[in-house]
């Protein structure tokens, strides 16, 4: 097993003369214990900056009611994973050195050498213990980017909910968002960026039928007022009242010129309706419009000419 050389080596190190003796295997803790100074070893000689890295634990599944295992991880992917390449580099190789053998690298990966070192060595332990929930955070945030990454970043794999509010909560925290390599961070921001444009189609909905539903009130209150006054019109008086309706939507339809240029030119195709048909009275028409209206999707451009004339032509006769 390529840890053994760390029990003999400290064993050695408490030795007899050139004896080697129970005692001294017994004063290192055995296995354990020699695992564990080895890594305290390798983690005093690294710098500060690499310290922080806690590069171990992207080597460690994070069990959810199961047991902490060991991760193989690709290289390439580790480095991904973390935000200094060279850091990371400079780290593993010093777990994965002659005199520690901690780390375990060749063509296919990186991966803690045995298992036992997760229970073995109290500092890989407290840093599990101490931010479980943050690290399974990380952890599903990690492979859920990666999972985006694969898919060819497909808006469909994006965080939302319950879910995005969670990562963003904990990358919030000092240090967390730090931590991330570039393709988490990537991830993070579209998922909010796509988080704040569903958001903003939601408000352009709401804004949309509130407005059409005024538009609408104000309509059929002047067309079902003009409908009362056409039994005793003549054709010129029931022609001004098409136009005075007409002109009511033109005005609300400049209103909405700036913010909802959509609904503006649904309106001005009211408009034109009122004042070509010179048959204000019919209510249930302008009613129809605006539910056609209010079923368009955010952005789509309204076919405004067909509508009008689609229900123009369903209400002749009505």
């Known amino acids: ?47 500060e900056t690499a310290r922080r890295l806690a590069l171990l634990l992207r080597l460690v599944h994070v069990g959810e009611g199961t047991d902490d295992t060991r991760r193989r991880v690709p290289r390439d992917q580790l480095l991904g994973e973390l935000p200094s390449a060279a850091e990371v580099s400079a780290v593993l190789d010093a777990f994965a050195a002659d005199d520690a053998r901690l780390i375990t690298m060749d063509g296919e990966g990186v991966e803690i050498t ?10 890989l332990r407290s840093w599990i213990e ?4 943050g690290l399974l955070v990380e952890q599903h945030l990690v492979q859920s980017a990666q999972a985006w990454q694969r898919d060819r970043r497909d808006p469909g794999g994006l965080y ?15 240090g967390r968002r730090e931590g991330l390599g570039p393709l988490a961070v990537a991830f993070l921001d579209a998922s909010v960026e796509l988080d704040l444009a569903e958001h903003q189609a939601a408000r352009t909905r709401t804004r949309r039928r509130t407005a059409l539903s005024a ?14 006054r056409l039994a005793a019109a003549n054709q010129e008086t029931r022609k001004q009242l098409a136009l005075a309706v007409s002109q009511s939507a033109l005005t609300k339809s400049d209103l909405l010129a700036d913010s909802d240029p959509v609904l503006s030119r649904f309106g001005a195709s009211l408009a034109t309706f009122f004042r070509t048909s010179g048959r204000p009275e019919n209510a249930n028409r302008v009613r129809r419009l605006f539910e056609l209206g209010l079923q368009q999707p955010d952005g789509a451009e309204l076919d405004l000419g067909k509508q009008v004339a689609d229900v123009s032509g369903a209400s002749t006769g009505a």
């Open 1 to 47: 097993m390529p840890l053994r050389p760390c029990s003999p080596r400290a064993t050695w190190q408490r030795r007899e003369s050139d004896l080697l003796t129970v005692a001294g295997y017994t004063g290192t803790g055995g296995i354990r214990g020699a695992l564990a100074a080895t890594a305290d070893r390798v983690m005093a000689e690294l710098d």
């Open 130 to 133: 101490v931010d479980r929930a």
């Open 215 to 228: 538009v609408l009130a104000v309509l059929l209150a002047v067309a079902l007022t003009a409908s009362v």
């Open 114 to 123: 045995h298992e036992a070192l997760l229970h073995a060595w109290p500092t």
């Open 160 to 174: 939302r909910g319950g879910r995005l509010t969670l990562a963003r909560e904990w990358a919030a925290e000092p």
